[in-house]
């Protein structure tokens, strides 16, 4: 079946710097791939939808210079965190879509702490 | 848009029995409703789906059924197991333009050994 995969899987890091976490659809092409942000016992939130060769577009709220996306190739989208900060911490959580009839399939998720 | 109801929020089963998990979705256009079972940690892992021209799927102990008139769908889980605990979210979407999901706000499954 569709595999995708997330790193890093935890990271911490200081406020005001940046973190970058990858998205990788490992075998398959995925022309679209979408970033949650999921807090401790809610249900996910969606971030963003990635396009390849295209400008993400970001859901009311998400500030677009803070949460960088970047779809460069059909198998690879990052999510970049700048200027983190504590309130940043939380579980972000990438999915890509197969194709038109399919569903999504969810990379494992990355534990971001901000410290 | 779309908005989709899930209930309960938890449920504790004891080993062996059912368990019934419950979504409710607004927007018609919907055709696709998929199932993920998430657990500590980790990303959702889709366990079953249905689309609009089924009323039933069933997989082993899993079964998905949909009302596409009262515009509801529910998971059901037979024999259940302790490996079954875990936070499952429910979802709808029409499969097409954007291809967003809407998520419920997930159920907090609990089976006591």
């Known amino acids: 079946g569709a595999v995708v995969s997330q790193h890093p899987s935890r990271v911490i890091c200081k406020s005001g710097t940046s973190v970058k976490i990858e998205c990788r659809s490992l075998?398959?092409?995925?022309?679209?791939m979408f970033w949650y942000r999921q807090f401790p016992k809610q249900s996910l939130m969606l971030m963003a939808t990635s396009n390849e060769g295209s400008k993400a577009t970001y859901e009311q709220g998400v500030e677009k210079d803070k949460f960088l996306i970047n779809h460069a190739s059909l198998t690879l989208s990052t999510l970049t965190v700048t200027s983190a900060h504590p309130e940043d911490s939380s579980f972000y959580i990438c999915?890509?879509?197969?194709?038109?009839?399919?569903?999504?399939?969810f990379g494992s998720g990355t534990r971001l702490t901000v410290v | 848009g779309e908005n989709v109801e899930q209930h309960p929020s938890t449920l504790s089963v004891q080993e062996g029995d059912s368990a019934v998990i419950k979504c409710t979705y607004s927007?018609?256009?919907?055709?696709?409703f998929p199932w993920y079972k998430q657990e500590l940690g980790k990303g959702p892992q889709l366990i079953i789906d249905i689309r609009s021209n089924v009323g039933e799927k069933k997989d082993q102990r899993i079964a998905v059924t949909l009302n596409k008139t009262a515009k509801h769908f529910s998971l059901h889980i037979t024999e259940t197991q302790p490996e079954d605990s875990a936070v499952y979210f429910c979802?709808?979407?029409?499969?097409?333009?954007?291809?967003?999901?809407?998520f419920g706000t997930g159920t907090r499954l609990k089976v006591l050994a």
């Open positions: 927007d018609s256009a919907s055709n696709y």
């Open positions: 075998d398959f092409q995925a022309t679209t």
């Open positions: 979802a709808a979407t029409p499969l097409s333009g954007t291809y967003k999901y809407i």
């Open positions: 999915s890509a879509l197969q194709g038109s009839n399919y569903g999504y399939t």
